[in-house]
């Protein structure tokens, strides 16, 4: 079975700061990973991916993740936040099958919020 | 590109009533579309995952009488939530992967809509 998890429901950082959203996973072989962000009363809007090659991938608005394989993590960063930031972020995981595709399982969800 | 549009964006309806919830792929083709359900400050929970031409693949809990889904063309699925209860009220998403772009896509999501039963 697949799962992730997203260990902060809430983050909290001031405008023009570094941020960095934190999601672990678990999957047999190798995983299929992604970011999205959901606004309010929206649905979600892909940010990133990682399927394989460079660990660093880099997404929409700035936003980029590092996989890391040692340690089953999949953060989320971005070196100067804004507050149009402020939105809900999900991690999803997706094992591949023989075929290639995949179901992805989704995180709980981490509430991101930029102060002014 | 890859845009997907869910409709109606909100219902408000009695207890009893049956609701259908469209899903279509704008600008692509999608041979498979997932349902999703949201509970406020949770994460998404899988339905079903619809294939067109053939019968939707449920998950375990989900009951099929209840949440109908058709996905008679390429770019057309449909949710249809039969004699809602309250306890259907909820944030419904749908999302769809394009065909033939290889299969580790992302997927891209519908907008959601907001069911109120009273």
């Known amino acids: 079975a697949q799962s992730v998890a997203q260990p902060e429901d809430q983050v909290n950082v001031a405008e023009g700061n570094p941020l960095t959203v934190k999601c672990t996973y678990s999957v047999s072989g190798n995983p299929y990973l992604f970011w999205y962000v959901q606004y309010p009363n929206r649905g979600l809007q892909f940010l990133l991916k990682y399927i394989t090659g460079d660990n660093l991938v880099k997404g929409s608005y700035g936003f980029e993740a590092e996989f890391n394989k040692s340690q089953t993590s999949f953060h989320l960063k971005k070196p100067s936040a804004l507050v149009s930031d402020s939105a809900l972020y999900f991690c999803a995981v997706g094992a591949p099958s023989s075929g290639g595709s995949y179901i992805p399982t989704f995180g709980r969800g981490t509430s991101l919020i930029v102060h002014p | 590109g890859a845009v997907v549009s869910q409709h109606p964006s909100w219902v408000i309806c009695k207890s009893g009533t049956s609701v259908k919830i469209e899903c279509r792929s704008l600008?692509?083709?999608?041979?498979?579309m997932f349902w999703y359900r949201q509970f406020p400050k949770q994460s998404l929970m899988l339905m079903a995952t619809s294939n067109e031409g053939s019968k939707a693949t449920y998950e375990q809990g989900v009951e099929k009488d209840k949440f109908l889904i058709n996905h008679a063309s390429l770019t057309l699925s449909t949710l249809t939530v039969t004699s809602a209860h309250p306890e259907d009220s909820s944030f419904y998403i749908c999302s769809a992967r394009p065909r033939g772009t290889g299969s580790n896509q992302p997927q891209h999501f519908g907008d959601g809509t907001r069911l109120s039963i009273l």
């Open positions: 600008d692509f083709q999608a041979t498979t």
